[in-house]
């Protein structure tokens, strides 16, 4: 395969991971319909996680901005969490009138695909859904650097794209997949003596994210994060710049659906608390003249990881 | 020299990056969801004897038919389909007249769809009510605590359907069999009247074939 063919596989790719997101929200939805607010949020809670995780992630990298001189790079990168054992169940509690009222460890989100079945003495039975059985949660995000400006630039992620159509065993809609996202980051270097060992910068992002379209027709997953870090790196040889960031980290979604555990189907919102964390980058880039490549490492409050491309100065 | 290994550098890292990224992002999931269907069967009650009874008929294969046709799924899909719960309530009673209170059951019997009038199994009590004061019940909506005989009934119905309906079409009657009244019996110049219904929810389970982009 030549370079070029290389490079379109991966670009579509990464268009396929931000494509194929809408279907599971509306999948999603048919699977949270069947339960009311509180084991809507024990189900999706490995997922708002994983979301505050990968959006979290990928944003700072290296230390090194010029003072002075342009800086324009577009990014193309996935960034993912792994899910442990711990996500694939929470404690849940028995709906639609069943008595007596128990208490399981049901699939989350991320669980087993097998719906878990609870069988009271009189024969009735309650079923929790299974989950998606995932081993992971992906998300690309494109990414504009434009700098240096004293010493600062200007982080941007944008992405929206209407599926449209339905999902064929609901009929919900797809909807949309939107992410908006800025920051900036600022050479701390600069204001520090040069033969200090390595380049230091600081700043912060903010991000806003929506998946799908419940059969309301608003959003099904709104999500917000906010991260501030200092980061350092040093360029090491002539083409490899490891690097280290520690963030604090926030992140807040909601969850608006319809549910069908009663007689009639009513709109549930679901707010998951602002989860806030510290989060330690530890990555490697690769600085080629025209395209990079970096892999980063995130220990968090859910670990990621993320790798990605660059093109540009 | 040097550019052949930035070259070779840059290009293990870009086929590493896309073999994690490009070669699997989809994959193939079979998941079990949780369809809930809530039945209700309307009782409209007149009668000037304590002992009276009623009964409603449902069809679940129709019930269980608009489900499946509402989610894209086809029977052979069905995993299991059980009686979660069942409540009853009163929906409407003669304002002027003072309280009933009415103790019977809730009986269920399981027909043969293919052969009208035969019965494949019950009557058996779904569920008894005590005591149950009309007026008091207006509106409401009672938990009834089922009876093991009644529930099997159903879910056996249920059961003979997701298997191909070996025993006839899920068509169940149920039957109020009233056996009291109070505070004093219903008569012809004083009859009981009231509409009232019972409802019992099913959960439903169904395999889906899913795609899920899981690419690590």
């Given at each position: 395969m030549t370079f070029g063919g290389l490079l379109k596989k991966g670009i579509a790719a990464l268009v396929l991971l931000l494509c194929f997101a809408p279907p599971l929200a509306a999948q999603i939805e048919d699977q949270l319909s069947a339960y009311t607010g509180a084991n809507a949020k024990g189900y999706l809670q490995p997922f708002s996680s994983a979301f505050g995780a990968d959006l979290n992630t990928g944003i700072f990298r290296t230390a090194s901005i010029p003072k002075m001189g342009p800086k324009i790079r577009l990014e193309l990168q996935i960034m993912s969490v792994i899910f442990g054992d711990d996500d694939r169940t929470f404690r849940a509690v028995t709906e639609r009138g069943f008595t007596p009222k128990t208490y399981a460890n049901a699939p989350t989100v991320v669980g087993s695909g097998k719906a878990l079945m609870v069988e009271a003495a009189d024969s009735t039975a309650f079923f929790f859904p299974g989950g998606f059985d995932l081993n992971s949660f992906a998300l690309a995000a494109p990414q504009l650097r434009v700098g240096g400006v004293f010493g600062t630039e200007v982080i941007l992620r944008y992405f929206a794209l209407n599926i449209g159509g339905s999902d064929d065993s609901s009929g919900t809609e797809l909807g949309n997949i939107s992410l908006f996202g800025i920051g900036l980051k600022h050479s701390i270097s600069q204001y520090l003596p040069p033969l200090f060992p390595v380049n230091l910068s600081?700043?912060?992002?903010?991000?806003?994210?929506?998946?799908?379209?419940?059969?309301?027709?608003?959003?099904?997953?709104?999500?917000?994060?906010?991260?501030?870090?200092?980061?350092?790196?040093?360029?090491m040889a002539m083409?490899?710049?490891?690097?280290?960031?520690?963030?604090?980290?926030?992140?807040?979604?909601?969850?608006?659906?319809?549910?069908?555990?009663?007689?009639?189907?009513?709109?549930?919102?679901?707010?998951?608390?602002?989860?806030?964390?510290?989060?330690?980058?530890?990555?490697?880039?690769?600085?080629?003249?025209?395209?990079?490549?970096?892999?980063?490492?995130?220990?968090?409050?859910?670990?990621?990881?993320?790798?990605?491309?660059?093109?540009?100065? | 020299?040097?550019?052949?290994?930035?070259?070779?550098?840059?290009?293990?890292?870009?086929?590493?990056?896309?073999?994690?990224?490009?070669g699997c992002i989809?994959?193939?999931?079979?998941?079990?969801?949780?369809?809930?269907?809530?039945?209700?069967?309307?009782?409209?009650?007149?009668?000037?004897?304590?002992?009276?009874?009623?009964?409603?008929?449902?069809?679940?294969?129709?019930?269980?038919?608009?489900?499946?046709?509402?989610?894209?799924?086809?029977?052979?899909?069905?995993v299991s389909a059980r009686l979660v719960s069942a409540s009853y309530g009163v929906t409407e009673l003669d304002p002027a007249h003072d309280d009933w209170i009415i103790t019977g059951s809730i009986t269920v019997e399981w027909e043969d769809a293919s052969a009208p009038g035969v019965i494949i199994e019950g009557p058996a009590t779904l569920w008894e009510y005590t005591d149950v004061s009309i007026s008091a019940a207006l509106g409401k909506k009672i938990p009834a605590t089922l009876n093991r005989a009644g529930v099997e009934i159903l879910n056996k119905a249920l059961a003979d359907f997701i298997a191909g309906g070996v025993r006839g079409n899920p068509v169940l009657t149920f039957r109020v069999v009233n056996t009291g009244v109070g505070p004093h019996s219903p008569n012809s110049g004083e009859?009981?009247?009231?509409?009232?219904?019972?409802?019992?929810?099913?959960?439903?389970?169904?395999?889906?074939?899913?795609?899920?982009?899981?690419?690590?």
């Open positions: 600081a700043g912060f992002f903010w991000q806003t994210f929506s998946l799908g379209e419940n059969k309301e027709g608003d959003k099904l997953i709104s999500s917000k994060t906010l991260s501030i870090g200092v980061q350092a790196s040093k360029k083409f490899f710049e490891p690097y280290a960031g520690v963030s604090y980290d926030t992140h807040s979604m909601s969850v608006s659906y319809e549910s069908k555990a009663s007689d009639t189907p009513i709109d549930i919102d679901v707010d998951f608390e602002k989860e806030s964390s510290m989060h330690l980058t530890l990555g490697l880039m690769l600085e080629f003249p025209v395209v990079k490549g970096f892999a980063e490492y995130n220990i968090a409050g859910q670990n990621s990881f993320a790798l990605g491309l660059g093109f540009g100065i | 020299m040097k550019a052949a290994l930035r070259k070779t550098g840059f290009l293990l890292f870009l086929f590493g990056l896309i073999q994690v990224a490009g989809m994959e193939d999931r079979v998941i079990e969801l949780v369809v809930n269907e809530t039945t209700c069967v309307d009782f409209l009650e007149d009668h000037d004897t304590v002992l009276y009874g009623n009964s409603g008929t449902v069809n679940y294969a129709d019930k269980i038919n608009e489900i499946l046709d509402e989610n894209g799924v086809s029977r052979d899909k069905i009859p009981i009247q009231f509409a009232w219904k019972g409802c019992i929810v099913v959960d439903i389970v169904t395999e889906t074939d899913v795609e899920v982009p899981d690419p690590f």
